[in-house]
């Protein structure tokens, strides 16, 4: 199912990849996350959260499929590359500057960068797997 060129399934089901992985992900390190979150409990996040969260997913997604789309052809190599250098050049370095300013510990910047790493492979991944529209 496509509109005006973007198939609709493909990024609804990278949005879905990304957030079913951050739900792994950061089960998976609850306990270092909380530590280096300096948070003194477990995070319990409310329903709302959830929405947002998936709405950015979302937009993510569909985000990635214009950059894959303006790569030329849409393919599984492309797509997992443009998600990398997307990371590398946008994500990771924002995110560095950010904690470096918050006087965050080095380990929550490379727990939440390796979650948006993920993420964004994982999207590549289901994008790439759809072959674009």
């Known amino acids: 199912m496509t509109i005006i060129g973007v198939n609709i399934l493909a990024v609804l089901g990278a949005a879905v990849g990304g957030f079913v992985f951050g739900s792994v992900w950061y089960g998976a390190l609850a306990k270092p996350w909380t530590k280096a979150a300096r948070l003194t409990e477990p995070f319990k996040a409310r329903p709302l959260t959830f929405i947002i969260t998936f709405l950015c997913q979302l937009v993510m997604a569909l985000a990635l ?69």
């Open 65 to 133: 499929t214009g950059v894959i789309f303006h790569m030329g052809e849409f393919t599984l190599r492309r797509a997992l590359i443009s998600a990398v250098l997307l990371w590398g050049g946008f994500i990771v370095t924002t995110m560095i500057v950010n904690h470096r300013f918050q006087l965050a510990p080095w380990s929550l910047t490379v727990i939440d960068a390796g979650h948006w790493l993920g993420v964004l492979l994982v999207m590549g991944l289901i994008l790439g797997s759809f072959g674009g529209n």
